[in-house]
């Protein structure tokens, strides 16, 4: 198994899992042509996706999705809320396929759990990925974390975290009050600290990869995302990887 990225943060959010034969696309805030470009960094084209995976409905993960996943013609899935968020917006993918909180469903040689979590959509889910031998977590857009998340995401061999503020720089920042209030609220962002406080409660031994995703141009810095979950594992700040909106990530094997 092996993930990858093609950008991360607030203007577009695209992640790739591939196992065996199956790539499965997490995410498409990316237009055609720039997922098109992204793609092809990782050596891949639309065609190669098998099915595209919608967290929620903001438009830095689901603008791209239908138009992507009409040239991929690959099929598409998301949670009830998701899909109806989209119609109203209408750029709703032909024929989603819905999956449910907890229910486990496979596609190809990819098992995906689907799990849910706070954040100021209408039902917004992520996930875990296994190939049967290893596990996947993929976490971004949480307010705060659940003591399901947690379950969900515990013992996994590698995990991308939502890292999207530094707190100080966010009260210090030039965002007005009530964005600063949305992002740091029960519904909002998960910051440095929370994820590391996270990662500390849910490494174990097996874990292989940690890449910090997310995160604010404006209120985060890489070498502060990784001091801080570095600073959960006790491991030197460059194990930790961190996905960029302009280059994503490189594929990563588990
Ligand atoms: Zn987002
Ligand atoms: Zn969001």
């Avoid at 577009?12 to 696309?25: C, E, F, I, K, P």
């Avoid at 040239?71 to 032909?94: H, I, K, N």
């Avoid at 976490?139 to 530094?166: I, Q, R, Y």
């Avoid at 009050?177 to 998960?190: M, N, S, V, W």
Wanted: with cysteine; proline share 4%; charged share 20%.
């Amino acid at each position: 198994m092996r993930f990858g990225c093609l950008g991360s943060g607030s203007k577009g959010n695209a992640w790739l899992v591939q196992a065996g034969d199956t790539r499965v696309m997490i995410d498409c805030g990316f237009g055609p042509r720039q997922a098109g470009n992204r793609l092809a960094r990782l050596g891949l084209e639309a065609s190669d996706i098998d099915a595209i995976l919608v967290t929620h409905e903001h438009g830095d993960h689901g603008r791209g999705v239908a138009q992507v996943a009409a040239r991929a013609r690959c099929s598409v899935w998301m949670s009830r809320g998701t899909r109806d968020m989209l119609e109203a917006q209408g750029c709703v993918p032909q024929s989603p396929r819905i999956h449910e909180d907890g229910v486990k469903f496979s596609i190809g040689d990819l098992e995906i759990t689907p799990y849910a979590v706070p954040h100021d959509a209408r039902e917004p889910t992520h996930f875990v990925f296994s190939d049967g031998a290893r596990r996947f977590g993929l976490l971004t857009d949480a307010g705060h974390v659940t003591p399901s998340m947690e379950k969900a995401l515990s013992g996994c061999d590698a995990l991308v975290l939502e890292c999207n503020h530094d707190i100080a720089r966010l009260d210090a920042g030039s965002y007005p009050y009530a964005l600063k209030q949305r992002i740091r609220g029960r519904l909002g962002h998960l910051d440095n600290a929370a994820a590391a406080a996270l990662l500390r409660k849910i490494a174990g031994g097996s874990l292989k990869h940690v890449v910090a995703a997310h995160l604010s141009l404006q209120n985060n810095a890489p070498e502060l995302a990784r001091a801080a979950l570095a600073g959960a594992l006790g491991c030197a700040h460059d194990w930790i990887g961190v996905a960029d909106q302009e280059t994503g990530l490189d594929w990563r094997e588990l």
